[in-house]
Protein backbone atom coordinates (compact mmCIF):
# COMPACT_ATOMS: atom_id res chain seq x y z
CA UNK A 1 0.00 0.00 0.00
CA UNK A 2 1.24 3.63 -0.66
CA UNK A 3 2.36 5.24 2.49
CA UNK A 4 0.77 8.31 1.34
CA UNK A 5 -2.88 6.57 1.54
CA UNK A 6 -4.56 6.21 4.63
CA UNK A 7 -5.19 2.49 6.42
CA UNK A 8 -7.86 0.86 5.41
CA UNK A 9 -9.56 0.65 8.89
CA UNK A 10 -8.37 4.48 9.86
CA UNK A 11 -11.78 6.07 10.88
CA UNK A 12 -12.69 9.07 8.35
CA UNK A 13 -13.28 12.70 9.81
CA UNK A 14 -16.36 13.47 11.17
CA UNK A 15 -18.25 15.80 8.74
CA UNK A 16 -21.09 18.34 9.35
CA UNK A 17 -22.74 21.31 7.43
CA UNK A 18 -24.96 23.74 6.57
CA UNK A 19 -27.01 23.66 3.29
CA UNK A 20 -29.26 26.54 1.98
CA UNK A 21 -29.59 28.93 -0.73
CA UNK A 22 -27.88 31.02 -0.94
CA UNK A 23 -25.01 29.82 1.66
CA UNK A 24 -22.35 32.06 0.91
CA UNK A 25 -22.89 34.00 3.88
CA UNK A 26 -23.49 32.26 6.48
CA UNK A 27 -22.28 32.23 9.65
CA UNK A 28 -22.25 28.80 11.02
CA UNK A 29 -19.26 27.42 9.76
CA UNK A 30 -17.13 29.86 12.34
CA UNK A 31 -19.67 29.39 14.79
CA UNK A 32 -19.53 25.31 14.77
CA UNK A 33 -15.68 25.23 14.11
CA UNK A 34 -15.02 27.54 17.07
CA UNK A 35 -17.14 25.28 19.58
CA UNK A 36 -15.94 22.22 18.00
CA UNK A 37 -12.38 23.56 18.65
CA UNK A 38 -12.79 23.95 22.16
CA UNK A 39 -14.71 20.77 23.10
CA UNK A 40 -11.89 18.84 21.53
CA UNK A 41 -13.66 17.13 18.82
CA UNK A 42 -12.03 16.67 15.47
CA UNK A 43 -15.16 17.06 13.29
CA UNK A 44 -15.30 19.45 10.06
CA UNK A 45 -18.52 21.62 9.51
CA UNK A 46 -18.26 23.32 5.69
CA UNK A 47 -21.05 24.91 3.88
CA UNK A 48 -23.14 23.61 0.51
CA UNK A 49 -25.22 25.38 -1.69
CA UNK A 50 -28.17 22.85 -1.91
CA UNK A 51 -31.75 24.15 -3.07
CA UNK A 52 -35.21 22.33 -2.74
CA UNK A 53 -34.93 20.26 -5.75
CA UNK A 54 -31.13 18.44 -5.25
CA UNK A 55 -32.08 18.46 -1.33
CA UNK A 56 -32.85 14.72 -2.05
CA UNK A 57 -30.06 13.36 -3.92
CA UNK A 58 -27.75 15.41 -1.69
CA UNK A 59 -29.01 14.10 1.21
CA UNK A 60 -28.92 10.47 -0.05
CA UNK A 61 -25.47 10.88 -1.25
CA UNK A 62 -23.69 11.57 2.32
CA UNK A 63 -21.84 8.32 3.45
CA UNK A 64 -21.52 7.42 7.10
CA UNK A 65 -18.74 9.78 7.95
CA UNK A 66 -21.48 12.27 7.79
CA UNK A 67 -23.03 13.05 11.37
CA UNK A 68 -25.72 15.89 11.25
CA UNK A 69 -26.82 18.67 8.76
CA UNK A 70 -28.02 22.99 9.42
CA UNK A 71 -30.88 23.74 7.20
CA UNK A 72 -31.29 27.45 6.14
CA UNK A 73 -34.06 28.56 3.68
CA UNK A 74 -34.85 27.25 1.67
CA UNK A 75 -34.64 23.61 3.20
CA UNK A 76 -36.82 23.29 6.45
CA UNK A 77 -40.01 22.37 5.04
CA UNK A 78 -38.33 19.71 2.93
CA UNK A 79 -35.96 18.68 5.55
CA UNK A 80 -38.95 18.44 7.90
CA UNK A 81 -41.00 16.46 5.23
CA UNK A 82 -37.65 13.65 4.63
CA UNK A 83 -37.30 13.06 8.79
CA UNK A 84 -38.32 10.23 10.33
CA UNK A 85 -38.59 11.43 13.36
CA UNK A 86 -39.46 15.35 14.86
CA UNK A 87 -39.03 16.73 18.19
CA UNK A 88 -41.75 19.10 19.26
CA UNK A 89 -40.68 22.19 18.34
CA UNK A 90 -40.30 20.88 14.89
CA UNK A 91 -43.61 18.56 14.77
CA UNK A 92 -45.24 22.25 15.84
CA UNK A 93 -43.89 24.37 13.01
CA UNK A 94 -43.60 22.26 10.30
CA UNK A 95 -39.60 23.32 10.11
CA UNK A 96 -36.21 21.20 10.66
CA UNK A 97 -33.21 23.71 10.76
CA UNK A 98 -31.59 20.47 12.37
CA UNK A 99 -31.13 16.96 10.85
CA UNK A 100 -28.87 14.22 13.22
CA UNK A 101 -27.98 11.43 10.64
CA UNK A 102 -27.76 7.99 11.66
CA UNK A 103 -30.37 4.77 11.00
CA UNK A 104 -33.09 7.35 12.08
CA UNK A 105 -33.42 10.39 10.78
CA UNK A 106 -33.96 13.17 13.24
CA UNK A 107 -35.25 16.35 13.07
CA UNK A 108 -34.95 19.61 15.03
CA UNK A 109 -36.03 23.21 15.26
CA UNK A 110 -33.46 24.85 17.14
CA UNK A 111 -34.88 28.33 16.54
CA UNK A 112 -37.44 28.12 18.68
CA UNK A 113 -35.06 27.42 21.82
CA UNK A 114 -32.51 30.61 19.94
CA UNK A 115 -35.39 33.38 20.15
CA UNK A 116 -36.45 32.09 23.83
CA UNK A 117 -32.48 32.20 24.83
CA UNK A 118 -32.04 35.41 23.08
CA UNK A 119 -34.70 36.99 25.14
CA UNK A 120 -32.73 35.77 27.91
CA UNK A 121 -29.89 36.57 27.71
CA UNK A 122 -31.48 40.33 27.02
CA UNK A 123 -32.90 39.75 30.21
CA UNK A 124 -36.57 38.91 28.74
CA UNK A 125 -37.63 36.07 30.60
CA UNK A 126 -41.49 36.09 30.66
CA UNK A 127 -44.14 37.80 28.07
CA UNK A 128 -47.76 37.84 28.60
CA UNK A 129 -48.80 39.96 25.33
CA UNK A 130 -46.74 39.87 22.16
CA UNK A 131 -46.89 40.94 18.30
CA UNK A 132 -45.42 39.61 15.26
CA UNK A 133 -44.77 41.56 12.46
CA UNK A 134 -45.02 38.62 9.27
CA UNK A 135 -46.70 35.63 8.82
CA UNK A 136 -44.11 33.20 7.36
CA UNK A 137 -41.65 30.26 8.59
CA UNK A 138 -40.04 32.36 10.71
CA UNK A 139 -42.97 33.79 12.42
CA UNK A 140 -44.13 30.08 13.30
CA UNK A 141 -40.92 29.10 15.61
CA UNK A 142 -41.49 32.83 17.38
CA UNK A 143 -45.49 31.93 17.53
CA UNK A 144 -43.82 28.90 19.72
CA UNK A 145 -41.31 30.71 21.15
CA UNK A 146 -43.44 33.39 22.46
CA UNK A 147 -46.04 30.68 23.95
CA UNK A 148 -42.86 28.72 25.62
CA UNK A 149 -42.01 32.29 26.86
CA UNK A 150 -44.84 32.27 28.49
CA UNK A 151 -47.41 34.32 25.88
CA UNK A 152 -51.34 33.79 25.57
CA UNK A 153 -51.84 36.14 23.62
CA UNK A 154 -50.09 37.24 20.08
CA UNK A 155 -51.22 39.85 17.79
CA UNK A 156 -50.01 39.48 13.93
CA UNK A 157 -49.23 41.99 11.69
CA UNK A 158 -49.25 40.82 8.39
CA UNK A 159 -49.38 42.71 4.56
CA UNK A 160 -51.19 39.24 3.52
CA UNK A 161 -53.03 38.20 6.77
CA UNK A 162 -54.84 35.41 4.86
CA UNK A 163 -51.61 33.89 4.62
CA UNK A 164 -51.40 33.50 8.33
CA UNK A 165 -52.82 30.02 8.21
CA UNK A 166 -50.28 27.78 10.01
CA UNK A 167 -49.96 30.24 12.71
CA UNK A 168 -53.75 29.64 13.32
CA UNK A 169 -53.42 26.09 13.26
CA UNK A 170 -49.96 26.89 15.53
CA UNK A 171 -51.88 29.21 17.93
CA UNK A 172 -54.90 26.40 18.35
CA UNK A 173 -52.97 23.63 19.59
CA UNK A 174 -51.01 25.42 22.21
CA UNK A 175 -53.93 27.96 23.44
CA UNK A 176 -52.79 31.02 22.39
CA UNK A 177 -55.46 33.68 21.67
CA UNK A 178 -54.44 35.24 18.06
CA UNK A 179 -54.98 37.96 16.23
CA UNK A 180 -54.44 38.51 12.75
CA UNK A 181 -54.45 41.94 11.19
CA UNK A 182 -52.68 44.17 8.22
CA UNK A 183 -50.40 46.85 9.57
CA UNK A 184 -52.59 49.66 9.01
CA UNK A 185 -54.80 48.63 12.34
CA UNK A 186 -54.87 50.09 15.31
CA UNK A 187 -52.06 48.57 18.12
CA UNK A 188 -52.29 47.48 21.68
CA UNK A 189 -49.52 47.69 24.32
CA UNK A 190 -47.41 44.42 24.31
CA UNK A 191 -44.65 43.53 25.86
CA UNK A 192 -42.56 42.53 23.24
CA UNK A 193 -42.39 42.74 19.16
CA UNK A 194 -40.49 39.77 17.16
CA UNK A 195 -40.23 41.01 13.61
CA UNK A 196 -39.42 38.62 11.08
CA UNK A 197 -39.70 40.34 7.61
CA UNK A 198 -37.17 40.02 5.27
CA UNK A 199 -34.00 41.52 6.00
CA UNK A 200 -33.97 44.57 4.12
CA UNK A 201 -37.82 45.32 4.30
CA UNK A 202 -38.64 49.15 5.56
CA UNK A 203 -42.10 50.29 7.06
CA UNK A 204 -43.44 53.44 6.39
CA UNK A 205 -42.51 55.83 9.52
CA UNK A 206 -46.35 56.17 10.05
CA UNK A 207 -46.33 52.28 10.45
CA UNK A 208 -43.51 51.70 12.57
CA UNK A 209 -44.25 55.02 15.05
CA UNK A 210 -47.45 53.92 16.69
CA UNK A 211 -46.15 50.00 16.80
CA UNK A 212 -43.21 51.20 18.58
CA UNK A 213 -44.91 53.27 20.99
CA UNK A 214 -46.86 50.05 22.61
CA UNK A 215 -44.49 47.32 21.39
CA UNK A 216 -41.83 46.79 23.95
CA UNK A 217 -38.94 45.03 23.55
CA UNK A 218 -37.96 44.25 19.97
CA UNK A 219 -36.62 41.06 18.66
CA UNK A 220 -35.56 41.71 15.28
CA UNK A 221 -34.68 38.55 12.94
CA UNK A 222 -32.57 40.50 10.49
CA UNK A 223 -28.85 41.04 11.83
CA UNK A 224 -27.43 41.68 8.43
CA UNK A 225 -26.82 45.01 7.51
CA UNK A 226 -27.42 46.62 11.48
CA UNK A 227 -29.12 48.14 12.70
CA UNK A 228 -32.13 47.24 10.59
CA UNK A 229 -34.67 49.54 9.43
CA UNK A 230 -36.93 48.37 12.15
CA UNK A 231 -34.44 48.62 14.53
CA UNK A 232 -33.29 52.30 13.95
CA UNK A 233 -36.37 53.22 14.45
CA UNK A 234 -37.53 51.67 17.75
CA UNK A 235 -37.18 53.84 20.81
CA UNK A 236 -35.47 52.85 24.10
CA UNK A 237 -33.05 50.28 24.73
CA UNK A 238 -34.56 46.60 24.67
CA UNK A 239 -33.45 46.04 20.81
CA UNK A 240 -32.07 42.55 20.48
CA UNK A 241 -30.55 41.58 17.06
CA UNK A 242 -31.00 38.36 15.16
CA UNK A 243 -27.61 37.93 15.58
CA UNK A 244 -28.83 36.09 19.26
CA UNK A 245 -30.81 33.80 17.53
CA UNK A 246 -28.19 32.91 15.13
CA UNK A 247 -25.80 32.43 18.01
CA UNK A 248 -27.64 30.48 20.60
CA UNK A 249 -30.09 28.32 17.92
CA UNK A 250 -26.45 27.11 16.97
CA UNK A 251 -25.34 26.06 20.50
CA UNK A 252 -28.28 24.11 20.38
CA UNK A 253 -27.49 22.08 17.54
CA UNK A 254 -23.63 21.70 18.86
CA UNK A 255 -25.47 19.75 21.47
CA UNK A 256 -27.82 17.77 19.16
CA UNK A 257 -24.64 16.39 16.97
CA UNK A 258 -22.95 16.09 20.60
CA UNK A 259 -25.31 14.21 22.80
CA UNK A 260 -28.65 13.86 20.80
CA UNK A 261 -30.34 16.55 22.43
CA UNK A 262 -30.85 20.47 22.74
CA UNK A 263 -31.41 20.39 26.23
CA UNK A 264 -28.24 18.74 27.43
CA UNK A 265 -25.38 21.63 28.15
CA UNK A 266 -21.76 21.60 26.78
CA UNK A 267 -18.83 21.31 29.12
CA UNK A 268 -18.11 24.88 30.31
CA UNK A 269 -20.63 26.47 27.75
CA UNK A 270 -20.58 30.19 28.60
CA UNK A 271 -17.24 29.91 27.83
CA UNK A 272 -17.44 28.29 24.54
CA UNK A 273 -20.66 30.80 23.54
CA UNK A 274 -18.14 34.08 24.30
CA UNK A 275 -15.90 32.47 22.29
CA UNK A 276 -18.27 31.63 19.18
CA UNK A 277 -19.84 35.30 19.76
CA UNK A 278 -16.09 36.69 19.66
CA UNK A 279 -15.31 34.54 16.51
CA UNK A 280 -18.64 35.56 15.02
CA UNK A 281 -17.68 39.45 15.04
CA UNK A 282 -14.66 38.91 13.59
CA UNK A 283 -15.86 38.27 10.06
Known sequence: MNPSEP????????????????????????????????????WHYGRRRVDERSFGDALSGLDDSWRGLSLTMPLKEVAHARADEHDRHAALTGAVNTLLL??????????????????????????????ILGAGSTAASALV??????????????????????????????GIALSVQGFEHAASDVDATVATLPSGTVLDTDVVTPLAAVGGALFEAAYAPWPSALAAQWPGANVISGFEMLLYQAVRQIRIFRYGSQEHLLPDEDVIVAAMRSRAMED
Do not use: C, K, M, Q
Not at 8 to 16: F, G, M, Y
Not at 117 to 128: E, L, N, P, Q, S
Open 7 to 42: EADAPARTELAVWGDPIGHSRSPALHSTAYGLLGLD
Open 145 to 174: ALHDLGATRVDVRARRPEAAGRLREIASAL
Open 102 to 131: GSTLRGFNTDVGGIVDAFAHAGVTRIDRAR
